[in-house]
């Protein structure tokens, strides 16, 4: 689906940025100490299926990594209110996590149409550049989330 027909980005940064102006004393406290957070079960079944699709490449199981690149593409999303908790924590910077998260899901959608055509070149490509999203997401965000919600591990 074109970002430009969904309108589900603009409502979720200008929401963002609407919490972040009114809720200026959250982003100051320290650590939110609690039970693991939902993003952590969509981040392990992302891992889960960017694993299936390595061992699917290396078998050139075409039909398998058509089957997994939407999956990855259209990754399930955590509850509205933690979502509200994250892009209020990631402030001003809600819209490079967005951007990032939107290169996976054009790169893991190119990649299910070079699945589809058996273009097994493409799909590695395409591949490449949805590991290198998720790797520049992590290097962004990983670190200070883990500080932030889950307290030094």
């Known amino acids: 689906m074109s970002y430009l027909l969904n309108p589900r980005p603009f409502f979720t940064i200008a929401f963002s940025v609407a919490l972040a102006t009114t ?34 490449i290396s078998k050139e199981d075409w039909a398998m990594v058509a089957e997994l690149a939407p999956r990855i593409a259209k990754h399930a999303e955590p509850p509205m209110s933690e979502k509200v908790r994250i892009l209020t924590w990631l402030g001003s910077d809600a819209g490079k996590f967005r951007g990032l998260d939107g290169q996976v ?9 070079a699945a589809q055509r058996n273009d097994g070149h493409a799909v590695i490509e395409a591949f490449s ?7 520049a997401c992590h290097q962004s965000f990983r670190h200070s989330f883990v500080e932030k919600f889950y307290g030094s591990r």
Not at 29 to 35: D, F, G, L, R
Not at 105 to 113: E, F, K, N, R, Y
Not at 129 to 135: D, G, P, Y
């Open 23 to 56: 809720a200026t004393g959250i982003g100051a406290q320290s650590v939110e100490i609690a039970k693991p957070m939902a993003l952590r079960t969509v981040m392990e079944k992302l891992g889960q299926d960017m694993q299936a699709v390595t061992g699917a």
């Open 105 to 113: 899901h054009d790169a893991a959608t190119a990649m299910g149409q």
């Open 129 to 135: 550049k949805t590991q290198q999203s998720c790797l």
